[in-house]
């Protein structure tokens, strides 16, 4: 794919995910106008990012902007952005487009497509996984909901700091693909805390076991990436459970309305929430290994 054109752009929320993502777009040469509720958020990235802007209000912000990317913490967070006076659709003008990052429900997904269509904008929900250092080295894969036009019409700006953005379907599939994502990580992490402790308790070394066993079947992005800070009791990274907490809130919310079950996505929710009791809300999700170290 070839490079895309420089587009103006602005993007609303400096998390550990749109900070660095705010970065990537800037660094793709586009002119980028960034906003954040705590304004220190978006001066410190400006210092780090001569050239950018920063917006007062998102409808400030999206002025004149082509695209518009989000990444907030929930669906509140999405409307208290988007809507209202000062809210990003004010600023949003006809044929420009709302990108939203956030793992949100595929609901507020439907509902911001109809917003935005009153208004002639097109909308993209784009939910992202990768976690924080996928968005640091922009290899971050993205599941998107929404028309095919707008798609297409984003996906080469996404490219600075996505390795795969793919149009799932209508509005609300990028949110409901995330889900699917999240039961299967969920699971992959109750089953390698309950095999390390195995191993552990069997009396093997579980470095060596990790070693052996991912280069067989059992070998999965967590178990390289996370298998041996598990080992070693360190969660001071990544994905936190107080965040995993609220997507499968999110997951068992929509399979209550779909019908699914979810009987092993249920159960590790409520590990997690042991976890959060422990102490440990901003541990990485793989610190559902530590259930079983309590003394």
């Known amino acids: 794919m070839s490079a895309p054109q420089p587009a103006s752009v602005s993007f609303l929320g400096l998390g550990v995910m749109g900070y660095p993502m705010a970065g990537h777009l800037h660094r793709a040469g586009h002119a980028v106008t960034v906003y954040n509720r705590n304004k220190a958020k978006s001066t410190e990235w400006l210092a780090q990012h001569p050239g950018g802007r920063v917006a007062d209000t998102p409808a400030l912000a999206a002025a004149g902007a082509h695209v518009v990317f989000m990444c907030v913490g929930n669906d509140h ?42 208004k002639n904008v097109g909308f993209v929900d784009a939910p992202v996984s990768g976690g924080q250092v996928g968005a640091q080295k922009g290899q971050l894969t993205i599941m998107c909901g929404g028309d095919e036009a707008a798609f297409n019409a984003v996906a080469p700006i996404m490219a600075a700091y996505a390795k795969a953005a ?13 889900m699917v994502n999240q039961i299967c990580i969920a699971g992959l992490l109750q089953g390698l805390s309950e095999a390390l402790n195995f191993a552990d308790k069997a009396q093997l070394d579980v470095q060596r076991v990790l070693d052996v066993i991912s280069k067989g079947a059992a070998q999965s992005w967590q178990m390289d990436n996370r298998g041996k800070t598990m080992v070693q009791d360190e969660f001071d990274f990544g994905f936190a459970v107080d965040w995993m907490r609220k997507d499968l809130g999110l997951v068992l919310n929509e399979a209550h309305h779909n019908g699914a079950l979810l009987p092993m996505t249920a159960l590790v929710d409520q590990f997690y929430a042991e976890v959060q009791a422990m102490g440990g809300r901003r541990w990485d999700t793989s610190s559902l290994i530590r259930r079983f170290r309590r003394s």
């Open 166 to 178: 793919t149009l799932m379907g209508a509005s609300g599939s990028g949110q409901l693909t995330k």
């Open 77 to 118: 967070d999405i409307r208290s952005v988007v809507y209202g006076d000062n809210g990003a659709l004010v600023g949003l003008s006809a044929q420009s487009i709302l990108v939203d990052h956030t793992t949100a429900s595929a609901e507020v997904a439907r509902e911001l497509a109809a917003a935005c269509a009153q």
